[in-house]
Nanobody, 123 residues
Framework: VQLQASGGGLVQAGGSLRLSCAAS????????MGWFRQAPGKEREFVAG????????YYADSVKGRFTISRDNAKNTVYLQMNSLKPEETAVYYC?????????????????WGQGTQVTVSS
């Protein structure tokens, strides 16, 4: 069972990136999914979440209006469209499956973490 994040890279401030999270080994179409990020020396933080059918989405206040999470269950893939990126959003971005019944914002409610993809935003 693996979640592989991709799509990261180097972008200038104000630019955009689209991250993908592809699942292999099992389907996650019945799971909520989330994106987190972790900058050097900082704790992993919630970015966005989406329920199993895409009907509900959740965002950190810092990314509302700029980031959009979506999913394609036929492709077993979750996406994160990131616009108007800021240098302070430089981090490794991870996707994970929501397995708990608690808060969407809590890293402890997620499992099957992927390896992450580096996003670097230059000023």
């Amino acid at each position: 069972v693996q979640l592989q994040a991709s799509g990261g890279g180097l972008v200038q401030a104000g630019g955009s990136l689209r991250l993908s999270c592809a699942a292999s080994g099992r389907t996650f179409s019945n799971n909520g999914m989330g994106w987190f990020r972790q900058a050097p020396g900082k704790e992993r933080e919630f970015v966005a979440g989406i329920n199993w059918n895409g009907g509900r989405t959740y965002y950190a206040d810092s990314v509302k209006g700029r980031f959009t999470i979506s999913r394609d269950n036929a492709k077993n893939t979750v996406y994160l469209q990131m616009n108007s990126l800021k240098p302070e959003e430089t981090a490794v971005y991870y996707c994970a499956a929501w397995i708990g019944g608690g808060s969407w914002y809590d890293v402890g409610e997620y499992d099957y973490w992927g390896q992450g993809t580096q996003v670097t935003v230059s000023s």
